[in-house]
């Protein structure tokens, strides 16, 4: 495991993260939850407003694959800048077009949302025809589906049932992220979108905080997990920050979804040491950065160890043997940025999750 944590260090490093300006999130320092979504919103709202004929020569450095073709990420269709833009299409593969990822009708076609390029994508123009402005979700029984394996149909994710469109697994973590960033940078218009259309409404829930409905913030809490943030993600955010002056905070720093609507607390940098857990005592850490965890049950079942690295994906689990009386253990961290989260069911609680913040 050791060598394993050493490599994603390498891997992050390669990957560039961190790349915005020195103090453009010092605001959010510290913050957690809907505060630190607001301290967000504040270092995001205010960004150049682009006219819609723009955003076809703002593709060019935002969206384009390293042979200059289109980066569509609903189809497997070769497009040319400039040449095959829409106009009309009867087909796949006809020409691409601006593809609203978080739909112009949830925010009833209002500027800025209308051309901010953090959810506009050049994307096959049938495909996205067929995607409509339904939600995104997960179908198990697609009534259409695209070349690249995007898929419509029937949700199959929580408690939603409706239509949706589910896109490839490579591009999940991008959109997770899309409609983070969007629910942030206009968090102070989006409580009102919920009422504007009724997938948009399948999606929102009408408040500044969550924002989305449960089945809805689950899904995508999941993809941003499965799919961390990739090199075209952080390259697409450095060109759109060149054109519109703000950034995506969670392509930045991802670990702030976690702390925003998940369960983590705070993101440390864990040393190269040994921590143990017990779920009988607490003491702060000794000399040898030893750090034992106090549950407040006096019988835990079901203990289990995530270690969620810096991307917020969970890259190592352990688990106790069910029914155990006591639970207690010893982890070896190795030079890792991230957290940990303890998750476990107690005689006095269905379940809870505790969180372990190495100083």
């Not at 929580?158 to 949706?164: A, L, W």
């Not at 999941?222 to 390259?235: A, N, T």
């Not at 069911?345 to 190495?358: C, G, H, L, Q, W």
Request: with cysteine; glycine share 8%; proline share 4%.
């Amino acid at each position: 495991m050791r060598q394993f944590f050493s490599f994603l260090l390498v891997l992050y490093a390669a990957l560039g993260y961190a790349q915005e300006p020195s103090g453009y999130y010092d605001a959010a320092q510290g913050l957690t939850g809907s505060n630190l979504k607001t301290a967000l919103f504040n270092i995001i709202k205010d960004h150049t407003v682009l006219g819609y004929g723009d955003l076809w020569t703002a593709f060019e450095s935002t969206d384009a694959r390293d042979d200059g073709t289109v980066w569509d990420i609903y189809s497997n269709c070769t497009f040319q800048f400039g040449t095959d833009q829409c106009g009309t299409y009867s087909a796949e593969c006809d020409c691409y077009n601006r593809e609203h990822s978080f739909p112009k009708s949830w925010f009833n076609d209002a500027s800025p949302m209308y051309t901010d390029l953090f959810h506009i994508y050049p994307t096959d123009g049938y495909v996205n025809g067929r995607r409509s402005n339904y939600a995104y979700g997960e179908v198990a029984n697609p009534t259409y589906t695209s070349s690249n394996g995007s898929k419509l149909g029937p949700n199959t994710f929580g408690s939603y049932s409706g239509t949706v469109f589910e896109p490839v697994d490579e591009y999940k973590g991008d959109l997770a992220r899309t409609y983070f960033y969007m629910v942030t940078c206009y968090e102070d218009r989006v409580a009102g979108w919920e009422t504007n259309n009724s997938n948009g409404d399948a999606m929102l829930d009408g408040t500044t905080y969550p924002c989305f409905e449960d089945w809805a913030l689950q899904l995508l809490l999941k993809w941003h997990y499965e799919d961390p943030v990739s090199q075209k993600e952080i390259d697409r955010n450095n060109a759109i920050y060149q054109i519109q002056g703000n950034r995506n905070p969670y392509i930045d720093h991802p670990e702030y979804v976690c702390m925003i609507w998940d369960t983590c607390s705070a993101v440390t940098h864990f040393e190269t040491q040994d921590y143990h857990f017990s779920a009988t005592n607490f003491y702060s850490a000794n000399e040898n950065g030893i750090v034992y965890y106090l549950f407040s049950q006096n019988t835990v079942h079901n203990l289990t160890i995530k270690v969620y690295d810096i991307t917020g994906r969970c890259v190592y689990t352990t688990q106790t043997s069910p029914g155990s009386s006591k639970a207690s253990g010893i982890l070896h961290i190795d030079g890792i940025h991230g957290f940990l989260l303890i998750k476990y069911n107690a005689d006095d609680k269905a379940s809870d999750t505790e969180k372990i913040i190495v100083p």
